[in-house]
């Protein structure tokens, strides 16, 4: 009896191989199932993550393009650039000879009057673009006084102003007539955005760059800084009130005569109420199995299919420019 007993427990001890295969065979099915399912979490997980930084890449350079141009024509106590004495006028760019980097031409930080202005497809700034400036894509600059009231400072444009005039200046004294209890002082903001070709950071990229203007060693100074590489073009057009009737009538390029006071000489010309950005964004590196066959037309450009691997997005705002002049 306890030998037939121990017989029937060996008999019962261990798998058959076709027990052993099946059960191989139902792991196997298993792990190829998890590994697929890995490769496509991972999958979507750099497509997601690629997508996200073009998305962030074009969100940072709108909002910084933004926040400066809806405070174009902020003077401090006025809105008016016309009211104010020092500004570049017909025939004289600086007609209180004060110490503007004229490096970017004569006139590109105290031309006032133009609180934004630009040129279409082109660049056209005295100063080089670094390296390059990108072909068919604009540029503009913005031209502003700091929001808040700031210390004198001596060797900085700086802008005085009371609710009907103003003054340019940079000795660091209160210019006369103004006095420091009836108008305040506040640092003059110049900004000209553009689009490079190369970025110094990720060679090979293109870029968005803004000549900015500074001071160094008690001297104003135009400097050259990168913004958003990735940006690979920019368009811009700007809205315009021709009939005075604070509504937009249409939309002209930067550089049209219509808003241009020198063109109407020095009068006022068109208001610009609103300004549309177009923002071309690629990835900084190409992907594999993308090919980008799309027709990029931001703005009044086409261009064109790129037909290569570089993960891309258009992304576009109409800003209300918060002191269009009245």
């Not at 792991?27 to 497509?47: C, D, E, H």
């Not at 068919?136 to 009371?162: C, K, M, W, Y």
């Not at 003054?167 to 506040?186: M, R, Y």
């Amino acid at each position: 009896m306890m030998e037939q007993r121990i017989n029937t427990m060996m008999r019962q001890t261990g798998l058959t191989l076709v027990e052993l295969l099946v059960a191989l065979a139902i792991g196997s099915f298993l792990i190829i199932g998890s590994v697929q399912i890995y490769n496509q979490s991972r999958q979507a997980f750099v497509v997601n993550e690629s997508i996200a930084r073009v998305q962030e890449t074009a969100q940072f350079a709108m909002d910084t393009i933004e926040a400066d141009l809806r405070m174009a024509s902020n003077w401090g106590r006025t809105s008016r650039p016309l009211s104010i004495e020092g500004r570049s006028v017909l025939g004289d760019p600086n007609p209180n000879g004060l110490p503007e980097p004229n490096g970017c031409g004569d006139g590109w930080a105290l031309d006032i009057a133009m609180t934004v202005d630009g040129e279409n497809n082109d660049y056209n700034l005295a100063c080089a673009a670094q390296p390059a400036a990108q072909g068919n894509s604009d540029h503009f600059t913005i031209r502003r006084a700091t929001v808040d009231p700031v210390a004198l400072e001596n060797g900085r444009l700086q802008v005085q102003t009371t609710r009907i005039q103003g003054a340019v200046f940079a000795d660091g004294a209160v210019p006369p007539p103004f006095s420091a209890a009836d108008s305040s002082t506040h640092n003059l903001i110049v900004n000209t955005y553009y689009v490079a070709d190369d970025s110094p950071l990720i060679p090979g990229t293109p870029t968005l760059r803004r000549k900015t203007l500074t001071t160094a060693g008690g001297a104003p100074i135009i400097v050259d800084q990168e913004i958003a590489p990735g940006v690979e073009n920019l368009q811009i057009q700007f809205g315009v009130d021709t009939n005075e009737d604070n509504t937009v009538d249409r939309y002209v390029n930067p550089g049209d005569d219509v808003y241009n006071p020198i063109a109407a000489g020095y009068v006022p010309g068109a208001r610009i109420m609103t300004a549309r950005i177009w923002l071309v964004v690629r990835g900084l590196a190409p992907e594999v199995g993308i090919v980008d066959n799309r027709d990029y037309e931001p703005g009044d450009v086409d261009l064109g299919t790129y037909n290569d691997g570089f993960r891309r997005m258009q992304v576009s705002k109409t800003i209300l420019l918060r002191n269009a002049r009245t």
